[in-house]
């Protein structure tokens, strides 16, 4: 929680981040999310950093779920 907390500036916002300011997948630019997704990330999840923005917070905790798991085999 306290990780969601730092990345979200405290309102755990699936929204928070500097993606909303660019709003294109295509950029490397952007962060998003409970955790700042960014593009590699997000390609690496195979989601879009778009969906992610238009996630519940609840519907993006899978995802970060996905993140530390992938990242705990590697």
């Given at each position: 929680m306290n990780i969601i907390a730092f990345e979200t500036a405290n309102?755990?916002?699936?929204q928070a981040g500097t993606f909303k300011n660019i709003m294109d997948d295509d950029k490397k630019?952007?962060?998003v999310g409970l955790i700042q997704f960014g593009k590699d990330a997000s390609d690496h999840l195979k989601v879009k950093r778009s969906e992610l923005y238009n996630m519940t917070a609840e519907k993006?905790?899978?995802?970060?779920?996905?993140?530390?798991l992938l990242k705990t085999k590697n």
């Open positions: 309102t755990f916002s699936p630019a952007g962060f993006q905790l899978d995802y970060v779920e996905k993140w530390f």
